[in-house]
């Protein structure tokens, strides 16, 4: 049984109810996230189309200008009214969400991140997805300790005060699930980008390298090959990392995250942080470091998060998530408003260093072009690029390309299950195609 909770379960072709559509409209002023909503909820209330009932807005629009609103005028509100601040009321629509193609659960579930509402690199901590496989814990940081044990001189007890005296680095990085986009193995295709690739997500990151600590309790590197990282949820999760990894300084002993303290969803108050490696390794809630000199192949990794190959055989520790990309807009569920200027943008990242170049085709692939890549373009982060695109109101399929400065290329659908066959479950990193249908309306679809 796979432990990514109802994979088999078939998403239904909207995920949008009419009901659902009301409240969005509710929740909802601008933007180009709620190109759907907006369009649609008016469309049904006055009988129009789409665009008649764009371009009717954008002449009242023009109006509005004239009229000086109540903010202009009046007395804003008070200085720390709020004392920890809150998005606006009109964004409360972009949530993480449990995605509709998989059972709703509550302790072993995820939850994904709202792609198609985010700009720029970095995640916003409550928006960060969550993946938990036995529920979160808000954690006493006075009594939470933290062993090193296993293959070195002295074994010792942290508390978070002593690790938080250390020297410590910020770095940005993306962690992924190794699950993410596993649904279009099975040509599921779920409706939206949030659901497609949501179980990514991107900090700024603040620790000790393992390391450090490592040496402090005397590690020897010719003898220690691995570490092992334990979680203190009921999950007991454990996972088997290269020594490689932690001894080049990159592994670190997190604390922080987006300038403040790790949210209790993502481990509070100490996690693991694997860059480039599937989100299974960047052990919350960690309790223990092991060093050993072999694999543990413990339950998590016996299991799970291994790829079942078409000769039937499970490929094991293939933990690194290879160069991936995709379109965030236009993407599934969202509504174009007619012919012109879109600009078309999206996340590109891979686990092996940095993104080299961007490619995006509007023909389904038969012509490729360059995208504008934004800086900072780090190693084992996320890019974002963005592309102009002039739309002619025809059908159309749009997709991204991502290579690494390793010189990889990402493959197509077509090329993975080439290699992979059907039946994975895991590690998903094929281009991405959205078609762009006539009436504006924009879905997920695979080519052949
Ligand atoms: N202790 C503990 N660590 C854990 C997990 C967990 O359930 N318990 N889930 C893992 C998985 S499968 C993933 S994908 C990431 C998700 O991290 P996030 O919840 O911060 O997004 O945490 C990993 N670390
Ligand atoms: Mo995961």
């Known amino acids: ?27 909802n002023s601008s933007g180009r996230r709620d190109f759907l909503a907006r369009a649609f909820a008016a469309a049904a209330a006055v009988g129009t189309s789409a665009v ?15 009229n000086l609103p109540a903010h202009t005028t009046g007395l804003g509100q008070g200085v720390a009214t709020k004392p920890y601040g809150q998005p606006s009321q009109f964004e409360a629509n972009v949530q993480r969400r ?94 939206t980008v949030q659901y497609t690739h949501g179980m990514l997500s991107c900090s700024e990151f603040t620790g000790v390298p393992l390391i450090h600590v490592l040496n402090q309790c005397g590690v020897d590197l010719k003898t220690a090959q691995f ?16 020594m490689s990894l932690v001894s080049s300084g990159e592994v670190l002993l997190a604390y922080g995250q987006n300038g403040e303290m790790l949210r209790p969803e993502n481990g509070y108050p100490l996690r693991l942080v694997v860059p480039g490696v599937q989100g299974v390794s960047w052990v919350k809630y960690l ?26 055989q499970h490929r094991q520790y293939s933990s690194i ?43 389904g ?28 109101g025809k059908a159309c399929i749009i997709q991204s390309r991502a290579s690494d400065d390793t010189g990889y290329v990402q493959p197509s659908m077509v090329q993975l299950r080439a290699v992979r066959g059907t039946r994975s479950i895991y590690h998903n990193n094929a281009i991405q195609s959205w078609l762009v249908q006539e ?4 879905k997920n679809v695979q080519t052949t």
């Open 1 to 27: 049984m796979s432990e990514e909770p109802g994979f088999i379960v078939k998403a239904p072709e909207h995920f949008l109810s009419t009901s659902d559509l009301q409240s969005l409209h509710a929740s």
């Open 52 to 66: 008649a009932y764009a371009q009717t807005k954008q002449a009242e629009g023009e109006l509005e200008i004239l």
């Open 98 to 191: 449990q995605s509709p193609g998989l059972t709703q659960t509550t302790q072993a579930s995820v939850s994904f991140a709202p792609l198609q509402s985010l700009f720029g690199i970095v995640t916003p901590s409550g928006l960060h997805f969550e993946r938990h496989h036995q529920g979160w814990w808000d954690i006493d940081p006075t009594k939470h300790r933290f062993m090193v044990n296993g293959l070195v001189k002295t074994p010792r007890v942290f508390t978070m005060d002593d690790l938080m005296r250390l020297p410590s680095v910020s770095r940005f990085h993306f962690i992924e699930c190794g699950a993410n986009t596993g649904m279009e193995w099975g040509n599921v295709a779920v409706p």
């Open 227 to 242: 570490v092992l990282a334990e979680g203190g949820d009921g999950s007991s999760l454990t996972r088997t990392i290269p």
């Open 287 to 312: 309790r223990r470091i092991k060093v050993g000199d072999k694999p543990w192949a413990t339950k998590d990794e016996a299991v799970h998060y291994m790829d079942l190959m078409p000769d039937g």
């Open 321 to 363: 998530q290879e160069c991936k990309s995709v379109v965030t807009t236009p993407s599934g569920g969202q509504l174009l408003q007619g012919k012109g200027f879109y600009n078309i943008t999206g996340l590109a990242w891979s686990g092996k260093g940095a993104i080299k170049k961007v490619d995006v085709s509007v023909d």
């Open 365 to 392: 692939g038969i012509n490729w072009k360059p995208a504008r890549m934004e800086t900072p373009v780090m190693r084992k982060c996320l890019t974002r690029f963005n592309m102009d695109w002039v739309w002619d």
């Open 439 to 442: 009436s504006g309306e924009v």
